[in-house]
């Protein structure tokens, strides 16, 4: 059974920083590509920064040059530095991750969410 468990959301005053993690738990797991995405209330859940296993990076044109996406393959963890936080990145931020499972299917699997809420 495969389970992505997130952390690192919380409450900062804008300008300040965060930092989330999601790490990957299970036997026989093979991680492809991972990402976050997050959904503000009363929106549609949207990327945000994508990696993929051999390190390339992409992100959503309104956190370009204030977050950044990074991976510890060892570990199986994504992490999410966020920086200059403005009030409109308050929302739930999920990670996912595209896993092999002992060398047969692959499917998406999602975190729980965590929240952050940025103060103006």
């Known amino acids: 059974q495969v389970h992505l468990v997130e952390s690192g959301g919380g409450l900062v005053q804008a300008g300040g920083s965060l930092r989330l993690s999601c790490a990957a738990s299970?036997?026989?797991?093979?991680?492809?590509?991972m990402g976050w995405y997050r959904q503000a209330p009363g929106k549609q859940r949207e990327l945000v920064a994508l990696?993929?296993?051999?390190?390339?990076?992409n992100y959503a044109d309104s956190v370009k040059g204030r977050f950044t996406i990074s991976r510890d393959n060892a570990k199986k963890t994504v992490y999410l530095q966020m920086n200059n936080l403005k009030p409109e990145d308050t929302a739930v931020y999920y990670c996912?991750?595209?896993?092999?499972?002992?060398?047969?299917?692959?499917?998406?699997?999602w975190g729980q969410g965590t929240q952050v809420t940025v103060s103006s």
């Open positions: 996912n991750a595209e896993i092999t499972l002992y060398g047969l299917a692959t499917n998406v699997y």
């Open positions: 990696i993929t296993s051999g390190g390339s990076t």
């Open positions: 299970g036997s026989g797991l093979r991680i492809g590509a």
